[in-house]
């Protein structure tokens, strides 16, 4: 009859397998119905089986039964076969799909079988039964209960593995079309990402998708795997994915392929600095050897003609032990910062640290000229730029003369260091490369001093003529602040219109507005690069604005979770923008975009105060300076910058998850926005 499970002979049975789910407990049997017409089968069960068989008597308290665990497999109903009995088959089935429905009527027949088994029933049992069919029906029934809800079981840890996991888990068939996928995946139309090739998903010209597809195809009629594979995201820079995929076996032919994508940028990132540190480290002893020696044997034979008399010897033991101990300086500074890696990074005012440092490098007759405004601020670590800046200053000194003049220049996205010496010609190799120097009494370690210190900041450096004619060093891609915009708020404050979700939000934002604070919940994949998800709370202005807020409040769904203040060209996802946040609750972080369509760019400021959760940020024509302040009254600057942001703006404040699915919630308190005067 239709819908039976297969039945094997009487003597084949015996349930041995362990229930995944629920392994305290056998598999259950009720035997529902009255008493006379189960006990024969009850008997049965529990003399030659291991079920746990359980009576009821009561055909309505079968639905109370099949809600507590533990769970049922099979549920004899034993009816006196009516409509009342299809119609508790049916509600049994909806209260547990993966329970065994065997239906054995008082009286039957073919058409009420027909419609048990449309009501859902796995077995119709006849009441003129042999004596072995009742315990082999229930049998098949348990099985195909097990293997029905382990099937279950499995589905949903692999929807929890495939949803769950900070990885992308996926299926593919024999022609490479996804099966099994991130639902938040985005392609290239918005559509669906099932049955499709990566190549029909997303932009086939990627160089990627053509290596990733043929592995695909070699896994899959080569029958081997590609376990561990690292490679480089192609629009990241520093972002770096390892994907495995093996064979996907059924009945001993390849249905296709799974497989499993991990984004480690960190691991390869963290080992490329430790490798480059490592690097560093490893050629102190060389260098220390070579540029040592030098005046060590002229102190050495120059202390031999002083014992002899020669009165001018002492004055070149006293240079050669002088450079002896700049060297060792140097080598020291250079140590500190190979060892010490990430930098510690505050608000430092440029100006003060400069002017101090050439008073300790300066000889007479050189001259420092400053184009720094003593308010500016330099977003670093102080302990770690001052060697930055000694070794640009010593570098000009001792190569372009006793009389060099000196000028430091402050840019949007850092400073430069020019002198009026020679300049760099034609330098053969690279002139960062500690070691290079074609000076005998120094192995040029201080130059690779200056990129290992712009290294670990995420700064450039590059080179050229400067103003003077001599030589420049420009240091690039720092945040810089010259100063606070002098600007007076002026009317009363604007109240927030209302908020959206900006870009493909997996899971929708929202907003709540009260006179005291506003929460904003929302979700986002980044807020980066490319990509610009965010759940955004703003009203549009015209002219210069500034708004500001303190976020006293947010959950953490990662660890580049966001909330803060921005302004935005519009509301679109290609939007020029500008804003500081809080990061993860930790510290601030700035966001910017200098133009729509603009690769975005993003500096986190681990130095600053933890305690600074009042955010401020200030638009006048195309200039955002960004603050942070402790208490609301006294502010630090951490950015200024220009972004093409035209008349109308977009001011408020913003969320972002950075998990996909996974929003977050943020309590902003003392909102404030006005126009600037």
Known sequence: MAGEPKTPSHQEWAVTPRKLWDIEHSPAVVLAGPGERTADLAASLEDETDLAVERIEDLEAVLDRLETNPAVECLWLAGEGGSDDVDL?????????????????????????????????????TGDAVADEPVDRVHAAVEWAIERRHDAWKRSALDALVTGLDANLFAKDTDARHLIHPSDVSTKDGGSLFGRTDFEAFDTSDEMLVEAYEDDMAVIRSDESVLGKVERYPEFQDGWQMTSKVPWHEDEEVRGLVGMTLDVSRWKNRERELLQRLGHLQRIPKYLTHDLRNPLAIAQGYTELAGEGDGEALATVEDALRRLSQRLSEFHDFVDVAVEGEPSRT???LAPVLEDVWDHVALPGTDLAVDVPEGARIVADEDQLRPLVENLFRNAVDHAGPRVSVQVHLHEDGFSVGDDGPGLGDPAGDIFAAGTSEQSDTAGIGLAIVREVATLHGWSITTGESDLGGAQFRVRDASVVSGPIERTPTGDPVALSGSTDIGDVAVPGSATFSPEWVKLLGAGENCWGNINELHFASVQLSGDA????????????????????????????????????????????????????????????????????????????????????????????????????????????????????????????????????
């Open 546 to 677: 500034a708004v500001t807020a303190n976020v006293t409040a947010m959950s953490v769904a990662g660890e580049y979770s966001k909330a803060g203040a921005m302004v935005r060209s519009s509301l679109d996802p290609d939007a020029a923008y500008a804003g500081v946040c809080r990061l993860a609750d930790r510290y601030p972080e700035l966001l910017w975009r200098d133009e729509p369509g603009a690769f975005a760019q993003s500096s986190q400021l681990e130095g600053i105060d933890p305690a600074a959760t009042w955010l401020r940020v200030e638009r006048v024509d195309d200039t955002v300076c960004s603050s942070v302040s402790v208490d609301g009254e006294e502010w630090t600057p951490v950015d200024r910058r220009t972004v093409d942001l035209g008349e109308s703006v977009q001011v408020g404040l913003f969320v972002c998850s950075t998990v996909s699915r996974e929003p977050i919630e943020a309590r902003f308190e003392d909102v404030e926005v006005r126009h600037l005067e």
């Open 347 to 349: 608000a430092v005012r």
């Open 89 to 125: 088959i049916e509600r049994a089935v909806a209260t547990d799909p993966h329970a065994s429905v065997v239906y054995a009527p008082e009286a039957g027949s073919e058409a009420l079988a027909a419609r048990a088994t449309a009501a859902g029933a796995q077995g119709y049992v």
